[in-house]
């Protein structure tokens, strides 16, 4: 069993930042990636950025240039740095790991952008 815990959401206002973390604690070895989602209110849940175990990233267009996603292999840690913050950012964000075929997925942490 995998489990993720995060930390790091909070209120925010516009332009601010803040940075998430996910650790993923558990019985799994190998290779995988990690990565964070959002869910607005009343909107599908969509990804916003992933890292492989490599360090290879992929970020949705709509935080490309604001947001970094990174990982500690060490402590099974991935981080999101989110700078310039809008309140379209404002949503539920879900830590996933995907180990072998199956991704697991935190609990989600609130991130609210209002002035």
């Known amino acids: 069993q995998v489990q993720l815990a995060e930390s790091g959401g909070g209120l925010v206002q516009p332009g601010g930042s803040l940075r998430l973390s996910c650790a993923a604690s558990?019985?799994?070895?190998?290779?995988?990636?990690m990565g964070w989602s959002r869910q607005a209110p009343g909107k599908q849940r969509e990804l916003v950025a992933a890292?492989?175990?490599?360090?290879?990233?992929n970020y949705a267009d709509s935080v490309k240039g604001r947001f970094t996603i990174s990982r500690d292999n060490a402590k099974n840690t991935v981080y999101l740095q989110m700078n310039s913050l809008k309140p379209e950012d404002t949503a539920v964000y879900y830590c996933?790991?995907?180990?072998?075929?199956?991704?697991?997925w935190g609990q989600g942490t609130q991130v609210t952008v209002s002035s």
């Open positions: 890292i492989t175990s490599g360090g290879s990233t």
């Open positions: 558990g019985s799994f070895r190998g290779t995988y990636s």
């Open positions: 996933n790991i995907l180990i072998l075929a199956r991704r697991y």
